[in-house]
């Protein structure tokens, strides 16, 4: 069975930092491009970051490119966000989801990071 | 501002079927497959619909995609009490070199 558990969610100050990580089982990890996904209370889904199996090639939104940096450790079977420079926008259920053509095909629980004074 | 356009919402009466649309441009749901996704209240997100019209295992087959051109449609038949939910499209957008999801569609069974 495929599990995805995120854990390193919390509130923060703005300008703050904040790692997340995801700990992958039940399928080849190392084998699959995977992906953070967010979503605002109340709002809709916003595809954050993805990695490719290797760690080769990485793609973000716009409004994270210089602040976020998404990593893996296909040995650890774990996948990482650390975002620096938390703006009260990036308030949101983080989800990490495992890629497939077209989109995630799994996804974990989320993890809820509060971005306030 | 989201990239593909759902409307915001769907109804039905138990029985009935529904279709929900995703509209997008040569960058995204015309040159890439779309996943569809259902989302209940509290929930993660669970992929209903892959490459245009595959269902995974276990999804029912009331279930249905279908992809033409730059568009997309989820036509949900014999609508359920349960099938009220949050539907999300999303594809891959070579211009943006990103995933892009629709702003959601929320299914209100009557």
């Known amino acids: 069975e495929v599990q995805l558990v995120e854990s390193g969610g919390g509130l923060v100050q703005p300008g703050g930092s904040l790692r997340l990580s995801c700990a992958a089982s039940?399928?080849?990890?190392?084998?699959?491009?995977m992906s953070w996904v967010r979503q605002a209370p109340g709002k809709g889904l916003e595809w954050v970051a993805n990695?490719?199996?290797?760690?080769?090639?990485?793609y973000y939104v716009d409004s994270v490119k210089g602040r976020f940096t998404i990593s893996r450790d296909n040995a650890k079977n774990s996948l990482y966000l650390q975002m620096n420079s938390l703006r009260a926008e990036d308030t949101a259920v983080y989800y990490c989801?495992?890629?497939?053509?077209?989109?995630?095909?799994?996804w974990g629980q989320g993890s809820l990071v509060t971005v306030s004074p | 501002q989201s990239v593909l356009t759902q409307p915001p919402s769907a109804s039905g009466t138990p029985g009935q079927r529904v279709t929900i649309s995703c509209s997008g441009s040569?960058?995204?749901?015309?040159?890439?497959?779309v996943n569809w996704y259902q989302q209940l209240p509290g929930t993660a997100p669970k992929l209903l619909i892959y490459?245009?019209?595959q269902r995974p295992s276990g999804v029912p087959d009331r279930f249905s995609g279908s992809k033409s051109g730059t568009s997309a449609s989820l036509a949900i038949s014999g609508l359920q009490s349960e099938d009220e939910a949050d539907y999300y499209c999303?594809?891959?957008?070579?211009?943006?070199?990103?995933?892009?999801f629709g702003g959601g569609t929320k299914l209100t069974v009557l």
């Open positions: 990695i490719k199996q290797d760690a080769s090639e990485k």
């Open positions: 040569s960058s995204n749901i015309g040159s890439n497959t």
């Open positions: 989801a495992r890629d497939r053509e077209g989109g995630p095909d799994y």
């Open positions: 490459s245009n019209n």
């Open positions: 999303a594809a891959w957008d070579d211009s943006l070199n990103g995933q892009v």
């Open positions: 039940g399928f080849t990890f190392s084998s699959y491009w």
